[in-house]
């Protein structure tokens, strides 16, 4: 164990430090499940010992939240945390830095009614759209770790011995944000480097729209015009880099939102609202979703893409090399967090402000103008394999390859 608590206080030291980055004065809201009390207790350390002016954390807990969902009366997911949101983006306006920590279980809401489950992402989504602006333009610092609980262990690794499964999983989520390397700090900077180098040559190619050929998948992504290329870290509106989701492994940008034409299908499940999505794939005409169609949980989708027209249309395109960390190390996390990062992948619903020239001082009206999808809702899904290729085709029709075979093409 002395060992783990050595860990633990560095990853508390990664998440504060090159994760939210917090700065002496800045108040920190930390959201986390209360079975990683312990770990928040560091995360509360480190951040005052930086010189943290507060400290706040918003407690959850699955087995009070799937109750709620089982027998709270129907109007309950309908009424819009109308305190919550005020509360959350009044410490947003004022500079605060948000810090998430997950330990979720895949089938926390296993069971449960879909529409309930779609009717609080719904209402809390439009609750909270004002916050959502502010952290989706990059105004605030915000980021995402993961520690784990004995259900995610459990689904994640169900041949290894059951007392061994949760430090399986520590393992795989040190290894994933870098923690085993000898100077993690350095590690994540040089990586970031990495992902900067390949966002630089995007971006320098300007390409018009993306072609992706795979297994079930012929898809064609327009760009919109002063699209720009994305990574891992970002500067909030002080100028404070902060990295968003830990891990990380993407190079992203914004579709143009009715440039979306063909199908794609998933090579991955997709966890979202405590169930579980598989064997699904999606069809596109000029943007909008046409049809669905899931192995599993079908009407979840359904419902997801239901949430508002936003919903019908995607917000992200990112891409991930399958020679990557995650990726190899054959592990199936059925956690967004890392499965998006060993694959290439695309979001449902609002797209970064960031992620076109001048977006971050733009307002809602200003980015759908310039082609950019708005949603309450913004769920990425897996699409990549070492059977995907992804063309980049210029404005005067050069068709040049940017994935061949899964993997980067320069």
Known sequence: MPQLQAQLSKYADLAVQIGVNVQPGQTLIVSAPISAAEFVRL???????????QVKVNWSDEFITRQQFEHAAPEVFTKPPTWFAGEITEFAENGAAFLHVIAEDPDALKGIDPERIANYQKTRGEALTKFRELEMSDKVSWSIVAIPS????????????????????????????????????????????????????????????????????????????GHLWAQGDSINAKGHSFVANMPTEEVFTAPLKTGVNGTVRATKPLSYGGNIIDGFSITFEQGRIVSVAAEQGQEALEYLIGLDEGAKYLGEVALVPHKSPISESNILYFNTLFDENA?????????????????KEMNKEELIAHGLNTSVTHVDFMIGSAEMDIYGITADGTREPVFLKGNWAF
């Open 150 to 225: 004995q259900a995610w262990a459990d689904k994640v690794f169900p041949d290894v011995p059951a007392d061994e499964r949760i430090d399986k999983l520590w393992e795989a989520i040190f290894h994933t944000v870098r923690l085993d390397r000898e100077d993690p700090v350095a590690a994540w900077q040089e990586h970031l480097d990495t992902l900067e180098q390949k966002a630089n040559v995007l971006n320098a190619k300007k390409y018009k729209s993306l072609h992706y050929i795979a297994p079930g998948t012929d898809l064609s992504i327009e760009l919109p015009e």
């Open 343 to 359: 694959s290439n992948h695309l979001a449902i619903g609002t797209a970064y402000a960031f992620c076109l020239e001048g977006g």
């Open 43 to 53: 995360i509360t350390a480190k951040a005052y010992a930086i010189g943290a002016s």
